[in-house]
């Protein structure tokens, strides 16, 4: 139909009418469809791009089962040296948590034949030349023979998928335990719920001890009264390094600190510059902007690489790669309230014969700190989160701390410490900002 055809008039409006709303009808439902059709197809790209059937096939459950038991428990180590043939009891296998001479757990017992009693009808016994007998229930006994670096057992070819083996490793995972056997090792691991050895070491005389006998009882150790000794061997813990812990915890938070301060110092007066109604210079202020770009559009991990390169890790490496990145963010922020101040106020102290800083320094200054201050304190925040992991990357603070103990693969009680550790941190911070911002600002009801 054209415009001929339809004509002129009252009914050659309604017919215009007609067609411009079935055109944009149409153009709605095109929308519709396209949308989620692209949506669709993006999903498709996702699943083959990322190979996610692949990934599925290469996840290993029992490995985030053993990773995630780890967490809440912890494991004693039985190992037999098959070189020497001693016999070392250790929690989590450490030469920290090793047993003192001739204490040994009470689920261990013999002298010449080791039996090692797992729980639940699981039996391990140590005997003479290497050899190791395991008794799991519904299971034939399992024999085990180390002969220098090789293992010879009477395992068939077709085993379990909780046992993998080979000439040089034997690896059996049962509900009660697990057992390691090689050439030159054999270890079992019998699991307790619990962080073992968070207060005191075996070592600590305040070990096994109630804390109704440490606060109210008999002095245990005779040079140091209860609670001071106490609080000495926690504070002094070799294998959890309360002392460390707490030192790290105080790096993540100054880099947080001086990184998020540092910036909204120099952001403050270069905003003044990038602002319109304080910078007549446009190249100035364009050049202001684009710095502001610059620096914030590279992320802070980014320049923790860059700037441990130029200065080497460290806390101080975190904090100047906060304090760069927020620069930009705090200007740019900062520029834009101040786009925003009321015109009048200013007015009203330059009617006082106030010069152009005073003018800033009482009539822009007093406008904009609510916003200024609330950026801060946020900023404040979110740095301290970010600060664990540039602290992961440059070497300092609580963030090395939680790599160091993933790293290990064994440690991972102490990866769920940290990280309860930074979730109170991000917390506490979180309530002294809200804190500080009632104060300093007020708040509305």
Known sequence: MTATDIGTGPQADLTQAKVQADGLFRRKRLIGFSVPAIIAIYFVYIFFAFDLPGLA????????????????????????????????????????????????????????????????????RYLSDNRTEIEIPGFPMIEVQAEGRSLTSNLPEDVPDWISTSNRRIGITTPEGRITLTGARTEVFNYFPGWELFWFTLDSPYHGQSFATILFGDRVDPDRSNIAGALSDWWNNAMWRHKDVAWAIGETILMAFLGTMGAAIIALPLAFVAAKRFSPIMLLRAATRRFFDFVRGVDALIWTVVLARAFGPGPLTGALAI?????????????????????????????TGAKPLQRYRFGVIPQVVPVLLAQILYFLESNTRSATIIGA???GGIGLMLTQAIQTQKDWEEVAYYIVLVIAMVMLMDWVSGWLRGKLIGRKD
Do not use: C, M
């Open 57 to 124: 096939q290469r996840a290993n459950l029992d490995n985030a089962v053993t990773l995630a038991s780890d967490s809440w428990s912890h494991k004693v180590h039985v190992t037999r040296d098959n070189r020497s043939g001693a016999i070392t009891y250790a929690v989590e296998g450490e030469r920290k948590g090793t047993y003192p001479e001739g204490n040994r757990p009470d689920w261990v017992s013999g002298d010449e034949v080791i039996t090692i009693d797992l729980g639940g009808d699981h039996i391990v």
């Open 323 to 351: 304090l760069i990145t927020d620069t930009g963010t705090f200007g740019k922020i900062f520029s834009e309230a101040l786009e925003n101040v009321d015109q009048k106020q200013i007015e009203g102290v330059a009617s």
């Open 393 to 395: 990357i440059t070497g």
